[in-house]
């Protein structure tokens, strides 16, 4: 059978499966809207639990920055100084409704006026993704977005384009709402469960004990080594005056 053969469908089976499949985008349509209700209502109700986790976590000194450098991705987007601006942060807040909010708090510093610098994801009039942000005030010769790209060498200019330069960069940054990774970390991985990354060990600690343990064994060996090289000693010692005491007993005989 050739497929020139075959016969088209009658026009009332194309009628009736383009109305199922309408009908399928509207039963899916209906279940989007009906899991981001539900959505928005258990965030009311995590709410109140991540207030009280974010009060306990500003009480421990250098959190932020120590989470932040030891998640993968966002560590890769912090320079030098990115980290000690971070020092100056106390604590992270994510609201999730019909917006996306993520707010940063600031102690004073030498980077910024800011004491809070907020970045928003929301649908626009035309209902796609849009954000916006916060303006940085930053202090005289301390914005880190430029500083950074000034003081890249040659050799990284090439990681620039895939990069930002500078962490805060982010907030200045609307060029793809929709695709922001950064913002999509911060809010699914970090936001939720914080603690899972300042707990993370320090590898360098871990690879020091290491060592110290590798030392500790190895001069544990020699102390064996030295104990059983002074008993053959002895050893030797006491066959020795065995075989003199043998030789005194035969010339009396």
């Known amino acids: 059978c050739h497929l020139s053969s075959l016969q088209p469908p009658p026009p009332r089976f194309k009628k009736r499966t383009a109305r199922a499949i309408e009908h399928i985008d509207r039963l899916n349509e209906q279940a989007s809207e009906e899991i981001l209700k539900v959505e928005r209502e258990y965030n009311k109700l995590h709410q109140p639990f991540f207030q009280k986790t974010s009060e306990l976590i500003a009480k421990i000194p250098d959190f932020w920055v120590t989470t932040f450098v030891n998640h993968p991705q966002v560590s890769a987007v912090l320079g030098e100084e990115d980290k000690e601006a971070l020092h100056y942060l106390t604590r992270v807040e994510v609201t999730e409704f019909e917006d996306i909010k993520s707010d940063f708090y600031f102690d004073e510093?030498?980077?910024?006026?800011?004491?809070?610098?907020?970045?928003?994801?929301?649908?626009?009039?035309?209902?796609?993704?849009?954000?916006?942000?916060?303006?940085?005030?930053?202090?005289?010769?301390?914005?880190?977005?430029?500083?950074?790209?000034?003081?890249?060498?040659?050799?990284?200019?090439?990681?620039?384009?895939?990069?930002?330069?500078?962490?805060?960069?982010?907030?200045?940054?609307?060029?793809?709402?929709?695709?922001?990774?950064?913002?999509?970390?911060?809010?699914?991985?970090?936001?939720?469960?914080?603690?899972?990354?300042?707990?993370?060990?320090?590898?360098?600690?871990?690879?020091?004990?290491?060592?110290?343990?590798?030392?500790?064994?190895?001069?544990?060996?020699?102390?064996?080594?030295?104990?059983?090289?002074?008993?053959?000693?002895?050893?030797?010692?006491?066959?020795?005056?065995?075989?003199?005491?043998?030789?005194d007993e035969g010339e009396d005989d």
């Open 109 to 247: 510093n030498l980077y910024f006026e800011n004491k809070v610098l907020s970045k928003e994801f929301h649908l626009n009039e035309s209902g796609g993704p849009s954000s916006k942000s916060t303006e940085i005030k930053w202090k005289s010769g301390k914005d880190l977005t430029k500083h950074s790209s000034q003081t890249q060498n040659k050799a990284s200019r090439k990681r620039q384009h895939e990069e930002p330069e500078s962490f805060f960069t982010w907030f200045t940054d609307h060029s793809d709402a929709g695709a922001d990774e950064l913002g999509e970390v911060i809010k699914d991985d970090i936001w939720p469960n914080p603690l899972q990354y300042y707990l993370v060990p320090d590898m360098d600690d871990e690879e020091g004990e290491g060592e110290d343990d590798d030392d500790e064994e190895e001069e544990g060996l020699e102390d064996i080594d030295e104990e059983g090289d002074k008993d053959e000693g002895e050893e030797d010692e006491d066959d020795d005056e065995g075989e003199e005491g043998e030789e």
